[in-house]
T-cell receptor
Framework: KAGVTQTPRYLIKTRGQQVTLSCSPI?????VSWYQQTPGQGLQFLFE???????NKGNFPGRFSGRQFSNSRSEMNVSTLELGDSALYLC???????????FGPGTRLTVL | DQQVKQNSPSLSVQEGRISILNCDYT??????FLWYKKYPAEGPTFLIS?????DKNEDGRFTVFLNKSAKHLSLHIVPSQPGDSAVYFC???????????FGGGTRLMVKP
């Protein structure tokens, strides 16, 4: 079974721009969660999508948004980028039966 | 407030010996706990998990112990191998939600 894939792997943007990141979950997994990892704040939960609906949301501003498609693929969008948005963005998927979340390799976003 | 804490930022162990990584949590609503291993610029890799109805779970060289009254869990790696050198994160979740709360991580170095 293929693992979680994320594209692109690396991205450089400038302040004020917006960015869209993509995640394809493990086949059969309907839950997709997004996390942000920074040196200062560690790994923090952004949001979770299940069957095209946002099911959980972390404590991030409205500039961070996401969506999920009918094939369970998910995208997250960050608008009006700030320097502090530079981070590793991780996507994880899980099945309906298990609590374990399996992570993709991440997208490294650098905001200049 | 940090609901999940890993108080040791780093740990150094000789190859073949036991590695013990510790994690404390404050939220008594957490009922499922996971350990992940992470290399730089990669996504976390799931290692082992434990439900709050158990106090021990084993998988090969990895054993997780849960002490609910102390709100403490630990990961034991026996025997430790140089390939185990990585950052280890503990994470907790409520069964009702799919949101992981991570500790700050412990860097394990296994010396040959």
């Amino acid at each position: 079974k293929a693992g979680v894939t994320q594209t692109p792997r690396y991205l450089i943007k400038t302040r004020g721009q917006q960015v869209t990141l993509s995640c394809s979950p493990i086949s059969g997994h309907r839950s997709v969660s997004w996390y942000q990892q920074t040196p200062g704040q560690g790994l923090q939960f952004l949001f979770e999508y299940f069957s095209e609906t946002q099911r959980n949301k972390g404590n991030f501003p409205g500039r961070f948004s996401g969506r999920q498609f009918s094939n369970s693929r998910s995208e997250m969008n960050v608008s009006t980028l700030e320097l502090g948005d530079s981070a590793l963005y991780l996507c994880a998927s899980s099945s309906d039966r298990d609590n374990e979340q399996f992570f993709g390799p991440g997208t490294r976003l650098t905001v200049l | 407030d940090q609901q999940v804490k890993q108080n040791s930022p780093s740990l150094s162990v000789q190859e073949g010996r036991i590695s013990i990584l510790n994690c404390d949590y404050t939220n008594s609503m957490f009922d499922y706990f996971l350990w992940y291993k992470k290399y730089p610029a990669e996504g976390p890799t799931f290692l082992i998990s434990i439900s709050s109805i158990k106090d021990k779970n084993e998988d090969g060289r990895f054993t997780v112990f849960l002490n609910k009254s102390a709100k403490h869990l630990s990961l034991h790696i026996v025997p430790s191998q140089p390939g185990d050198s990585a950052v280890y994160f503990c994470a907790a979740m409520y069964n009702a939600g799919n949101m992981l709360t991570f500790g700050g991580g412990t860097r394990l170095m296994v010396k040959p």
